[in-house]
């Protein structure tokens, strides 16, 4: 569940007394505010309705001449959250915990130089579209070996099968390391070709690697092969593939560094005759890419460039650690030695959800 549509309005404002000139407390403001703890689903099961409207503001009570402002309304939401109109504009962004974005202003108090009516708000609908915060994102075809990586490098705990098609959700996981820094990183379903006529699992899920700051490619080195009748695809085949469907999803996401990994090398086959080749093919990528039938309509504009490509297996461990510190090595030469995401704008006393 990575959209949701629900419906805000902030409180009204409250009534006051004319003849003593007191003036109404203002009606609550709704907020939606990221926190880490939360996802999607437990909001839709927490309010079903998914409504949320302000409390209306306090009359003034006894001598006092002001009435008192409703408490704020809080949705909380995890981090990552676009707030859209119906229409798909985009209103606001909440990214990290803690952020906050006002959705429906409360009302003012009745004044008697105002007006002798407190406001009514009118309340709206708006869209919470999740796209995933993380730092990494895996990118390959179905049953590369995605989850397998995940599971050896981050704290998530993936379903592993040989099946394609295992993964149907993207998994966010955080990757420590013993100098106390964290990455996150999402595992994705598998992308292939025609993802974006909905083959396979589609191609909406790249919505999750749209924050991401680096792209981790996998490609298994035994190729891939749907069924008998479907075309076997070589590691190089494959990578060209990927690169063509996130371009067509969006061409701003190959800025991104890239990175590369062979999985499923044992260490035995180190010296495999098609990890020679492979490796070869990926430094002469854009030689192979110019001698496509560009009529094919699989031909990348946008040639992926790697910074590293890394030979490993995921499920032996084989050279995971070293991948895992590389990681860690491309993060800070592009993006500096800067605050965890996760930790940044942290002030987990305020954001104690409160019960509705
Ligand atoms: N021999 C070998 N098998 C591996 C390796 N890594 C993963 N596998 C196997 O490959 C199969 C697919 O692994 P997953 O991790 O589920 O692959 P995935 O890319 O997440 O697949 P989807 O979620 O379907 O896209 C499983 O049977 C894994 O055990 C490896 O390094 N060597
Ligand atoms: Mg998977």
Redesign the pocket.
């Known amino acids: 569940m990575d959209k949701l549509r629900i419906y805000v309005k902030g409180g009204d404002g409250g009534g006051a007394s004319l003849a003593q000139g007191s003036v109404g407390g203002a009606g609550s403001d709704v907020f939606v505010v990221a926190n880490k703890t939360v996802d999607m689903a437990e909001i839709y099961t927490d309010f079903p309705t998914l409504k949320f409207v302000g409390g209306e503001g306090i009359r003034p009570y006894g001598e006092d001449l002001r009435g008192i402002k409703g408490n704020d309304l809080n949705v909380y939401v995890p981090p990552g959250v676009i707030i859209e109109d119906d229409y798909g504009y985009v209103l606001g962004e909440v990214a990290r915990h803690g952020d906050r974005f006002l959705v429906s202003r409360g009302g003012q108090g009745w004044t008697a130089a105002r007006s002798r009516v407190a406001q009514q708000v009118e309340g709206h609908h708006v869209i919470l579209n999740l796209k995933t915060v993380s730092d990494i994102g895996l990118i ?1 075809f ?7 990586l995940f599971k050896a490098i981050s704290d998530g705990m ?1 379903k ?8 149907i959700f993207p998994e966010l996981g955080t990757i420590d390391y013993s100098d106390g820094h964290t990455h996150a990183v999402v ?1 994705l ?2 992308l292939m070709k025609g993802a974006d006529e909905r083959i396979g699992c589609g191609d909406h899920f790249l919505k999750h690697i749209e924050n991401s700051k680096l792209l981790l490619f ?1 490609v298994d080195l035994h190729g891939f092969q749907l069924s008998s009748n479907h075309p076997h695809h070589s590691p190089i085949q494959m990578i060209i593939e990927l690169n063509k469907e996130l371009e067509k999803y969006s061409e701003n996401l190959l800025d991104k560094p890239c990175l590369l990994v062979l ?2 090398t ?1 260490s035995g086959d180190a010296q495999d005759q098609v990890l020679l080749t492979t490796q070869e093919q990926v430094q002469n990528i854009e030689k192979i890419v110019s001698e496509l039938d560009p009529f094919l309509d699989r031909t990348p504009n946008n040639v992926v460039k790697f910074d590293e490509t890394f030979v ?5 461990g084989y050279n995971v650690d070293y991948l895992k510190e590389r990681l860690h090595h491309w993060l800070s030469i592009y993006y500096g030695n800067e605050e965890d995401p996760q930790t940044d704008n942290e002030d987990e006393q305020s954001l104690d959800i409160p019960v509705f």
């Open positions: 390959g179905p049953n590369s070996g995605k989850s397998t993936p592993i099968d040989s099946h394609p098609f295992t993964t595992d379903p598998g996998l999985n499923k044992e490993i297996s995921a499920k032996s």
